[in-house]
């Protein structure tokens, strides 16, 4: 979880763990012994073959859907076992004993959010054949834990069910910001007015808006028959992650005998195909970001702590306390007892300025894996749509095609049923019961798009209110303003609508071309802060004059030659990664001046080609990318000591599916790196990053027979 690090360790270390805690030494633990034995005799319970292709990418087929989630949790920990330990680490509240305070918060926030109290009364009502194919998924990790103890943290237990169930419960708030909501909590300041009872205020309520925090990322794309030139049903799977960690894609393809037939990514510590394709139907994500969390102001008494005033009464928090084990060097440890405080609302939090107490959707929720694995099974429209009606994911857009010619987009959320009038884009009172919302607004009441006039459907985290053709959108007044749905564009939004709208035919190169589109629109926050630069009097510098004349030339354009890019990359993306993170906006001509300082220092000028200092580096290979933030082709890159940007997210693994007139698939994937995420001795390590930074392509085989063909290597998982 990159972007949880982003900020908000910074300013939650400090408040969580300044006080209190004591230093003690600890000796290292020898690793915990693992009966390898055992996990051999467990691994004969499974019928599982893992082909991979020529380029790594793994294959799971067997009987059962266990069988299949047993082979992936192997094959996932041949490539990646390192994340999905530190995933399972870091759900359990136990990351920060291993890798240090910055992990101290993610241990805190496990606790606060209540996820194993939540597991530990849920797990045993879950379905039992997905029970089942969570622990088979456990036991898969475990056996090649067992055969490498020494890639195996010392201490680390054997991964469990329940472990794989609560990485969900934890991960999924973070998508819709919940994490810009905590991180609002620790300023030396209170960060919002309390909202006043609208029958009291005497001006008009605030409307909401949107924070500058919005953009996440990711694009999906549908196209159906009608808008195709060849009657073909396009599908784009784009979502925009870092290159590596918990939350980074994972190629896959899933067989069983049971009906488990898919296709695409996943996140280490996951079982199951998070988005991609079955051989019917497909699916994209994108990250969407309405209003889900609500922070409530305590009322606390004078005198007692724990008391909070509700209706007029006196409550008490509910509390227990955690010790959270903190690395520090060499043998030493820093254990830090917290308490983890709840009122009626939800979780508490104590700060300098207040008691706080937070309620965000997905609250309690503990079984968000039922809704994957039933996405994973789906057939047809009827029962993917039956599928996302189980309503256990708190967000995320979802853009769909099958091969029917269905196209549709929903936008998937979990909407608190709010009182109106109050402005709940601040902080509320929390001494009235009515505030505290208790329902959701039904999935058939979210914004949703099927099969529209215009045969196309798009998200690139843009608000859903401009989704499609203007005639075919839903209309925002259908949707009351306490639902806090966005209303914002993103540079992405604004090509995908451009291009798209433009094209009444679209081939499949023209549909390539537009996922690889280069530009900023015109009606981009982007231009807009290019034309402030420009208008800005800097005639006291002559320099900076100079490097205005340059980037008044800009065409707006990011390919690898273009020789004003860089100067307008480097001034404006610390605006988009302000964004990402939650910060305040950087001053403009300061960033100005210090692309200018920037390229003049270590490329000798300040027009260098963009590809000369736009990279992707990884093992043996270092070449030029084209693309930037916020841009169709999305590249996010850290600066490096030689000013060069190395990519570290945006554009990872994504795919493009196909359905053709005679219902004929097509599945061309690639991923930034390729299958062996920490291996650097693997030909796996770097091999698709050739092909990434061409802008190319690779064939997904659906079909067992093709695949034959183009094997690297074959092997049953317990009889190596």
Sequence with gaps: MRYLKIGLFGLLTLALFVTGGILVRHHIEKPAPWDTANFLEIARQYDVEILRDTYGVPYIYGPRDEDVAYGLGFAHSEDDFDTIEATALMVRGELAAYEGADAAVTDYLSHFFGVWEGIERDYSSFDPELRRVMEAYADGVNLFAALHPDQRRPGFTPLTGKDVAAGFVFRTPFFYGLDQTLKGLFGPTRAHAVAQDPLLKQSAIKLL???????KGSNGWAIAPNRSSDKTTRLLVNSHQPFTGPVAWYEVRLKSDEGWDAAGGTFPGAPFMLHGATRHLGWANTVNKPDLADVFVLDMHPEDKMLYRMDGKWLSLESHEVAIRVKLWGPFFWTVNREVLRSVHGPVMRTDHGTYAVRYAGMGETNQAAQYYALNKATNFAEW???????LLPSINYIYADEKGNIAYLYNAQSPKRLPDWDW?????GDRSDLIWQDFYDLEEMPFIINPSSGFVFNANNTPFRATAEADNVDPASYPDTMGIETRMTNRGLRAEELLSADSSISEAD???????LAYSTRSETKALIDEVLSTDLSSDPALVAAQEVLAQWDLHTDQGNRQAALAVLTTQPFIIAQLRGNP???LIDSFKEAVTTLSENFGRIDPEWGDVNRIIRGSVDMPLDGAPDMLRAIYGAPGEDGRLTAVAGDTFFMFVSWDEEGNQKIETV???????????SIHYDDQAPLFARQE???IYMDKLELEKHLSARYR????
Aim: zero cysteines; a negative charge.
């Design 209 to 215: 808006t949107d924070p500058l925090h919005y953009l």
């Design 511 to 517: 549909f390539k071309r537009y996922k690889y589109d």
């Design 585 to 587: 906006a950087p001053d």
């Design 425 to 429: 884009s601040g902080y509320l009172p």
């Design 385 to 391: 749509r039956a599928a996302m009606n189980m309503h």
């Design 671 to 681: 991923h930034q790196f390729g299958s062996a995420t920490l291996d650097e001795e």
């Design 697 to 699: 392509m690779k064939p």
């Design 717 to 720: 998982p317990g009889m190596l």
